[in-house]
């Protein structure tokens, strides 16, 4: 049976891919002043943000399935704030950047304006990121143990490598 609470470990990863690759264009766009790279990170930038908001619903779809305990609950209140900080700096980092480039006026000091907002996104994603990671791995957090019961055909549990007799 599919389970809504696994869309967010499904999308979370595109974002965060998106966008560090959309820097790293970004990087070498300026570096070596190619408009290919340069275009490319825009198109990343707009996908990736995209994603963040898409992760952003289903991180919260998630959360609603998580019981809040204990240091359970700070961190995930800490991933929360985390992502909704991310959500509102990247939708502000595509909203300007797309603003430059329809007014033509991505030059000069504006360039290196979009260019830190973006740094400051991704590195917002990447700190997002670290709390959701601490959240699985440290907290188990969605993490569902099944310690060896298998589901027979009457649908009772039974441990692992027992015969069923009929």
Known sequence: MFDTSHLHPMIV?????????????????????????TKA????????????VAAYITGD??????????QLKNAL???EHAAQF???????????RIALVWLKKLDGILKYAAFVLFLAGVLSVARTGYYGGELVYKH??????NFGLDQ????QNTTAGEDDED
């Open 61 to 70: 779809i998630a959360g609603d399935g998580v019981s809040e305990t204990g």
């Open 152 to 155: 027979n055909t009457n649908g």
């Open 13 to 37: 990863h595109f974002p965060i891919a998106l966008l560090m690759v959309g820097f790293l264009s970004e990087i070498i766009g300026l570096t070596l002043k190619k408009e290919f790279f």
């Open 77 to 79: 209140e800490t991933h």
């Open 86 to 96: 991310t959500l509102w700096l990247m939708v502000g980092a595509a909203i300007a």
């Open 41 to 52: 990170a825009f198109y990343l930038l707009i996908l990736g943000t995209l994603g963040v």
């Open 140 to 145: 188990a957090a969605g993490v569902q143990f």
